[in-house]
């Protein structure tokens, strides 16, 4: 079944412990990115990657990392998470840009 | 910059009513324009979609045309179900980067 997974689905933590949220998609997608939902803002870019080894800043990058060291996996990296990094966050694969994007599940974090 | 706006929610119908979610848009070039839904507990879906002017999307009953010269791109069903309660975002992207730039999202609650 063609899908993206990531893990873990919820997370609570406290500021300042490093996280990483993984995110695996397995239709060999070219593209990939990270986005957080907050209420009355909808979606915005955290980062995204075109391809193994080349990433890039959205919108709201700061307090992320991303790397890209294969092209199935797309890890979302909080060095130091704070609380307003609490949110709800998604990521997505497409085969290339202006494609359909395929989105996983998302990971529901609390920083505390 | 691109941006998308949509009518606030929620909205609130009883099955078998009229929809309509209004959604305009901004952006530089020529963007392409896609409905995701968002059902409770769950990632996006790509709804429907449409790449250029004039084109008409349509998926599950649902329809959406592009506007250039009003630069909208509703969403419409002639009869919803409650089932169809979710909420849905409209969304564009030009260009590379795979971008999305999304509306806040409007909350439908169908009833009985």
Not at chain 1, 70 to 95: G, V
Not at chain 2, 47 to 72: C, H, I, P, Q, V
């Amino acid at each position: 079944e063609a899908q993206v997974t990531q893990n873990p689905r919820y997370l609570i933590t406290v500021t300042g412990k490093k996280l990483t949220v993984t995110c695996s998609q397995n239709m060999n997608h070219e593209y990939m990115s990270w986005y957080r939902q907050d209420p009355g803002l909808g979606l915005r870019q955290i980062y995204y990657s075109m391809n193994v080894e080349v990433t890039d800043k959205g919108d709201v990058p700061e307090g992320y990392k991303v790397s890209r060291k294969e092209k199935r996996n797309f890890p979302l990296i909080l060095e130091s998470p704070s609380p307003n990094q609490t949110s709800l966050y998604f990521c997505a694969s497409s085969l290339r840009d202006l494609n359909e994007q395929f989105f996983g599940p998302g990971t529901r974090l609390t920083v505390l | 910059g691109n941006s998308v706006t949509q009518m606030e929610g929620p909205v609130t119908l009883s099955e078998e009513a009229f929809l309509t979610i209004n959604c305009t848009y901004t952006a530089t070039g020529y963007p392409s324009l896609f409905w995701y839904v968002q059902y409770p507990g769950e990632g996006l879906q790509l709804l429907l979609k449409a790449t250029k002017a004039d084109d008409k999307g349509s998926n599950k009953g649902f329809e959406a045309t592009y506007r250039k010269e009003t630069t909208s791109f509703h969403l419409e069903k002639g009869s919803v179900q409650v089932s169809d309660s979710a909420v849905y975002f409209c969304a564009l992207v030009t260009g590379t980067a795979s971008k999305l730039t999304f509306g806040t999202g409007t909350r439908l609650q169908v009833t009985l």
